[in-house]
C-alpha cells in the first residue's frame, strides 16, 4: 500500500545572531540613485594623532603634524538569491522563496564581502607568526587604540575565534563588545574568506565604524530556463548594497588552536 507524505511546515528562521548587521550602522536607502556609482562619506575627524609641542620660553615652537580629512568609498554589488523549481510553476510560491532566501542569507554574503576587502586593505600587525585568539584581539585592541583615530573599533572575528576568545567578549542585548567597549561582528561569513585549511588559522580584523547601506529587495516573476530543456523555472530576488569603513584596517594571524588563555597551539 502506498502512502502519501503529508506535509508539514518548516521550522520558523531564525537569524544567526551577533553577525555584521548588529553592530554596522545599516541604512536602507529606498532612492536607487546611489546603486549607480556607490556611496562615499567624510571622514572629518581623519584618522591621525594630534601633534604635542612643548613651549620653551625662548624658542619658536615648530607644529609640523597635520590631520587631513578622508572620503571612504563604497562600491555598489548585487546580493541575488535564485529558487529553482521543476514543473508547472507556482509563480506566487517561488518567488516568495526566492525572497525568503535571500533575506535569510544577504548578511552572509555581506559579511564574506566586507572580510574580504578589509583582508586586502588591512595592514597585517602578526607577530611574527600566528597568535592564540585572546591575544590576537589583544594586539587588535591595542593597536587600534594608538592608532585607529578617535573611532571606536569594531572587531571582525569568526564564530570559531569568537568562540575561542569568549573570556574577554560580552554581550549587551543583541550585539558582543570586548571588555573594553570594542564592537565585535562574530560574521558567520567571515569563516570561509579568512580560515587557512592549510595551517588552521584565520584572520581576525579591526576597521572602524562601518556603514552599510541597502537599496529595495526587488522579486522577480518566474522565468523558464531553455537550456537544457527541461521543464526548469527560475525565480529571482535581488538586493542593491554597498559598504564603507573609516580609517586603515588592520589583521591579525591567529591560530585556532590556541587555549583561552591566548597561547599558541
Known amino acids: ?84 523549481c521543476a514543473g508547472p510553476p507556482d509563480f506566487n510560491s517561488a518567488r516568495d522563496n526566492a525572497v525568503k532566501a535571500l533575506s535569510a542569507g544577504e548578511e552572509r554574503a555581506i559579511e564574506s564581502a566586507v572580510m574580504t576587502q578589509l583582508l586586502a586593505d588591512a595592514d597585517d600587525i602578526t607577530p611574527g607568526t600566528a597568535v592564540g585568539p585572546v591575544q590576537g584581539i589583544g594586539l587588535l585592541e591595542g593597536f587600534w587604540g594608538a592608532n585607529g583615530g578617535p573611532y571606536q573599533a569594531t572587531l571582525h572575528l569568526g564564530r570559531t575565534a569568537a568562540t575561542l576568545g569568549w573570556g574577554v567578549l560580552d554581550r549587551h542585548g543583541n550585539h558582543l563588545e570586548t571588555t573594553l567597549g570594542s564592537l565585535v561582528s562574530a560574521g558567520a561569513g567571515y569563516f570561509n574568506v579568512a580560515y587557512d585549511d592549510t595551517d588552521g588559522s584565520t584572520w581576525l580584523v579591526a576597521s572602524g565604524p ?16 531553455q537550456a537544457p530543456l527541461d521543464n526548469t523555472w527560475v525565480a529571482l530576488a535581488e538586493r542593491t548594497f554597498a559598504f564603507a569603513t573609516l580609517c586603515t584596517p588592520v589583521k591579525v594571524k591567529v591560530a585556532l588552536g590556541g587555549g583561552l588563555d591566548g597561547g599558541s597551539p
Open 1 to 84: 500500500m502506498a502512502f502519501t507524505r503529508f506535509y508539514v511546515d518548516p521550522p520558523p528562521f531564525k537569524p544567526i545572531p551577533f553577525g555584521l548587521f548588529s553592530v554596522a550602522d545599516v541604512r536602507d536607502m529606498n532612492d536607487s540613485h546611489w546603486s549607480g556609482g556607490g556611496i562615499e562619506m567624510e571622514n572629518p575627524y581623519g584618522c591621525g594623532e594630534p601633534g604635542v609641542a612643548t613651549q620653551p620660553c625662548e624658542a619658536p615652537v615648530t607644529k609640523n603634524v597635520f590631520i587631513s580629512p578622508e572620503y571612504p568609498e563604497g562600491d555598489p554589488m548585487t546580493v541575488y538569491a535564485q529558487y529553482r
Open 210 to 225: 562601518i556603514v552599510v547601506v541597502r537599496g529595495v529587495m526587488q522579486a522577480h516573476e518566474p522565468f523558464f530556463i
